[in-house]
Each structure stands twice: as C-alpha cells, then as structure tokens.
C-alpha cells in the first residue's frame, strides 16, 4: 500500500510539473488505475459495493472521463499549456509549505502509523493542488481539471479509509463524475466568444 | 435538551437574525452619519413582504416556486443543528458539521436552479457566480472545522463549540478557525467585499440577482434564510470564542455569545462602511485566503508538535 501511495504522490508531481492538459489527464487517468489497484489489494471478500467502486475507477476514472475529456480538449485544439500552480515564486512556496504542513499534521495525528501519515498528507496535498488552480484557472478546462484533482484527492482518502459507500450511492457518484465531464466536455466543444483563441471561454 | 432550553434555542433563531441585520444596517448608518432604521426594522419589512401576493412569471416551472421553501427549510435546519450558545443546541450528532456543510449545499443547490428557472441571462450570470465561489467556500470551511475536530477529538457542533482548557494552541487553532469564519461569513452571505447587499448593478451582483425575480412570501422566506445565514456564521465564531458553555455557566455563555454575535455585525458592519468590493475576477482568490487562514490551524497544529501543549 505505501508503495502505491508513493506512487500516487508521483502522479500528482506530474500534474503539477508538466504544465500541461495531457500531462493532467494522464495523471488523472494513472491514479485511477493506482486507486484501483489499492482496492483491489484491500478487498477480503468481493460485495456489490467493492464491484461498483472497482468498476467506477477502471471505467470511469481511468478510461472514459480523462478519455473523454483528452478528445474533447484536442478537437477543440486548445492551448497544450495548462500550469496548474502560475509560474510565482511566493505561490510555489505558499503552496509547497501548505503541502508539507498537510504532511506534518497527518504525522502529529497519527504518530506511529507512517502508512496513514503517508495517505492524509497525500489527499491533503492533492485537495489542496486542486484548490489552488481552481482559483487561479480562469479557463473553463483549467478549473475542470482543478475540479477532478480535487475530487481525486477526496476519492483517495475514502478508498484507502477502507469505508466504501453501499453500491447505489457509489453509482451514483460515478453517474455524477461522468455527467461532470460530459458537460465539460459538451462546454468545450462550443464555439469560443469573439476575441477568445484557443479558449473554452472565461468563467465570473 | 429539555423544553425550556430548545425554546431558547429556536427564540434566538427567530429573533437574532432579524436584530443581527438591523445592527449592521445601524453600524452603516452611524458610520455614515446617519440615525438610521430601526435595529428591528427587518421584521416590518417582512411582514409586509408576507401579506403581499407573490407574483410568477410564465416562464417558471415549479423549481421556481420550490425554491425558496427548500432554501429556508435547509436553512432552518442548519440553524437548529449549530449552537449559538456552545452546549445549547438541538439535534446533534457525530460529524453533523458534515451535514451541515451538505444541507447548505442543497440550499444552494435550489437557489441556483431557482435562478436558473426563470430564464434569464442575468439571473444565470448570479447563479455561475454562486456555484463558482461555493467550491472555494467548502474547502475553507471543513479545513477549519476538520483541524479543530481532529486535534480535539470532538465531532459534533455540541461538543466542538464547548470551550475547552486554554492551552496555547486551542486558542490559537480558535482564533484562526474564527478568522476563517468571518471571511467565509462575507463570502457565502454575500457581504462587502465579496458582494454588496445593496447595488443592483448587473456587473457585480452575486446573491442578489438571484432573488430579483421572487416577490412576496417567497421573497421574505429568501431573506430571512439570508439573515439567518448570517446568523449561523455569526454564532459559529462567537461560540468558537466565547470562554464558557451553557452547561457549566448557562447565563454569563449566553451573554457572551449575545456580545460575540454583536461584535461580529458591527465588524461587518465596519468593513461594509471602510471597504471597498473588489473586483469580481478576484474573489475566489479572496476565497484562497479563507482557505489559507484556515490552513493556518493544520500549520501551527504541525510545527508546534511537541512544541506547545
């Protein structure tokens, strides 16, 4: 498990340091398929709920979502550079030091246990990641993919709690997250307003 | 909870809200040097609302008129869920500031398709701002609360609220939660400086435009949930600073909660008479700033480990 979760903290390096849509996606898509694995690994016995939660981050959040939006984005020949944190020194340090604090309060909750240190400083990290372009993003495509690393983040931390949601509410969300994308992507493919290039248009 | 403190409880969220707007509207006006209304103007105001007949334009559907019932039902319950003396609530439960957050989601939720509804372009343009800032608002929030409940190991409103011993960092972890609070106060009720209550200027109206097209009870129901949001976030950082709790000391916690609340209208107040609105574009970074502040808890929680007690 920690091997996945420092796996998973590489994805989230990748995001942040390529400066680039596909580089989101693929990091999107990557941790899917880490989360998934680390389902797997955890599941004793195979239940409705666990078959929903394994289907939802296969299908839907490794394959179609960042697949979805990867087509839409490209049809649409948007710009390739999105920084998910604005090349600023003062915000690199602010985030990078919200980051680590993230780190050191997981070990001050739980002080024995590196594993679930690992695993809070990590979500904490990648809601806090997401966050921050959600704010500075001024493009439609930018804060929808500030929005899925946030909700990345928040689907790490309840897969490796071990709570999972009964199989109905756990569709649901997976119905949610598709419905998420299909809209941005829909948003995306409509023509851009005048004096907009290579932009889904500005959102406030 | 027995009768006579549930009472209390529901008589301070019928009449506080109404006296919380009526002090801020007084602090604007002595700032301005002005007498101004009445601190109870508000509830004439909605009284007259409530007589009047509610207007419906052809172009709403039944979320139209759904709306502000489920925004003030919502409300009322988050209301009922905070106490606005620590110790002094109603139903309660572990991690209901969960369901706080949610049940102000689905109030949100139903203003903005309430928005939506009716059509127009202008009340859409609210709507996109409403749902944008939320995003922002809710990490802020459960950062501020999560910290506070993970360092005390308490998870309900009841318990989280209740003062604890005064070491270095409760207060401190306290402070910056109730800063958090008050910028996230002007950000989900729409004050000075993320939205001004009073302009009817499309280029910068966020929570008002939302409610232009509502009339009569309807109107009074989305202006009294708005007063009472107000209220919630008020209660919230006076119970976050007030030093005693209804069980240990009922009077001198209620008095002290009764000048909290207080302080914190003539403090927005304040801001609404010196400040400025900033530019729209801007506000989710003010948002960051909520957030931050309250990241500031998880940042001394983490360096102070071993450091203070």
């Not at chain 1, 796996?7 to 989360?35: D, E, I, K, P």
């Not at chain 2, 501020?144 to 005064?166: D, K, N, R, Y």
């Not at chain 2, 200027?201 to 009339?215: A, K």
Request: net charge negative; charged share 10%; glycine share 8%.
């Amino acid at each position: 498990m920690n091997l996945l979760t420092i796996l998973f903290l590489v994805t989230m390096a990748l995001a942040l340091l390529f400066s680039s849509w596909r580089g989101v996606l693929v990091a999107l898509s990557l941790q899917g398929a880490l989360m998934a694995c680390m389902v797997t690994l955890s599941t004793d016995h195979v239940d409705a709920a666990s078959l929903v939660l394994l289907t939802d981050l296969v299908l839907a959040r490794t394959v179609l979502g960042p697949s979805i939006l990867w087509q839409a984005f490209h049809a649409r020949d948007v710009d390739a550079t999105v920084e998910m944190l604005p090349a600023n020194l003062f915000l690199w340090c602010v985030a990078t030091t919200t980051g680590v604090a993230g780190f050191w309060f997981a070990a001050r909750l739980y002080p024995t246990d590196l594993a679930q240190t690992t695993v809070v400083g990590a979500a904490f990290s990648q809601v806090m990641l997401g966050l921050f372009s959600l704010v500075y993003q001024r493009t439609v495509m930018g804060q929808v993919l500030g929005l899925l690393v946030i909700e990345s983040g928040i689907l790490f931390f309840e897969v490796t709690g071990g709570h999972h949601l009964p199989w109905f509410l756990q569709a649901m969300v997976s119905a949610v997250f598709l419905g998420l994308v299909l809209l941005a992507a829909r948003f995306s493919a409509m023509p851009a307003a005048s004096g907009v290039e290579n932009d889904v248009g500005e959102v406030l | 909870m027995n009768a006579p403190t549930l009472l209390l409880h529901a008589l301070g969220i019928l009449l506080l809200p109404i006296l919380l707007s009526g002090v801020i509207t007084r602090t604007k006006a002595i700032w301005a040097g002005r007498k101004g209304p009445s601190l109870w103007q508000t509830a004439p105001d909605l009284l007259r609302l409530l007589r009047k007949q509610p207007v419906y334009s052809t172009a709403t559907s039944w979320m139209f008129r759904a709306a502000p019932v489920v925004v003030l039902a919502a409300t009322l319950l988050c209301a009922l869920m905070v106490p606005w003396v620590p110790g002094l609530h109603g139903p309660g439960f572990e991690y209901d500031f969960v369901a706080f957050a949610y049940l102000a989601g689905l109030a949100r939720m139903a203003m903005v398709l309430g928005a939506l509804d009716t059509a127009s372009s202008f009340e859409g343009m609210g709507a996109s701002r409403e749902a944008t800032l939320a995003t922002v608002a809710e990490p802020a929030f459960f950062l501020a609360l999560g910290t506070l409940a993970a360092m005390s190991g308490h998870t309900s409103f009841q318990t989280l609220l209740v003062p604890e011993t005064p070491t270095t960092l409760n207060v401190t972890l306290r402070v910056l939660a109730a800063l958090a609070l008050f910028l996230l106060l002007q950000l989900e009720c729409g004050r000075i400086p993320v939205d001004d209550p009073t302009t009817h200027l499309e280029l910068t109206m966020i929570h008002e435009v939302m409610i232009l097209d509502h009339s009569g009870p309807d109107l009074a129901a989305l202006m009294y949930a708005a007063a009472l949001k107000l209220f919630i976030f008020a209660g919230l950082i006076a119970g976050l600073l007030n030093p005693w709790s209804w069980e240990s000391a009922p009077l001198p916690a209620a008095l002290a909660s009764l000048v909290g609340i207080g302080a914190v209208a003539v403090a927005v107040g304040l801001v609404e008479s010196l400040v400025a609105r900033i530019r729209i574009r801007f506000i989710p970074h003010y948002g960051l700033v909520a957030v931050m502040v309250a990241s500031g808890g998880t940042l001394v929680a983490a360096l102070t480990r071993g450091l203070l007690p």
